[in-house]
């Protein structure tokens, strides 16, 4: 496995080598059951996964997991496909929503800034043998505080240190 992410002032990217072929990462990306398994942060589940993967069509996710001090919470997030290359890359707009998938700030949550949260994502999957070279890239995090930031660094590295595990599984 490798991982890295790098930041600089606009850009935030995680690289990961995912040991499967990438037809199977990109299942384990884009199916809601298998959504379900990895999507959030570790000790969280995602008890719901709306996808409708086509250029256009919307997703929304729900993670849900214990908060120190505050019981457990949801949080939703949502997005809009703009580009769909099977089994190559995915680029979306994304954003945090309430559980109607209506657009939120980090605010709403208690958590971070009173920005709007809506950026660009892009995700590539590149063949490498049989394995898969993993990119998930925010071109443009300029909008986003430290908070913000560090949130989306620890949530995406748990996710995909979980995605890792439901590979392995399959």
Known sequence: MT?????NPKELVFTRIFDAPREKVW????????IKKWWGPKDFTAPSIEIDLREGGKYL??????I???????????????EIRKPE????????????????????????????????????????????KFNLRYP???RFNEKDISDMQMGWNQSLDKVEDVLRAM
Do not use: H
Not at 27 to 34: A, D, I, S
Not at 61 to 66: A, F, P, Q
């Open 27 to 34: 299942e384990v990306w884009t199916e809601p059951e298998m």
């Open 68 to 82: 120190p001090g505050q019981g457990e919470k949801e949080y939703w997030s949502g997005g809009i496909f703009q």
């Open 89 to 132: 890359k995915i680029v979306a707009i994304d954003y945090l929503t309430d559980e109607k998938g209506n657009k939120v700030t980090p605010a709403y949550y208690g958590t971070g800034s009173d920005n709007e949260f809506e950026t660009t994502v892009e995700v590539m999957f590149e063949e490498q043998g049989d394995k898969t």
């Open 61 to 66: 996710y729900c993670m849900r997991g214990e």
């Open 140 to 142: 443009d995090t300029s």
């Open 3 to 7: 991982d890295t992410m790098q930041k």
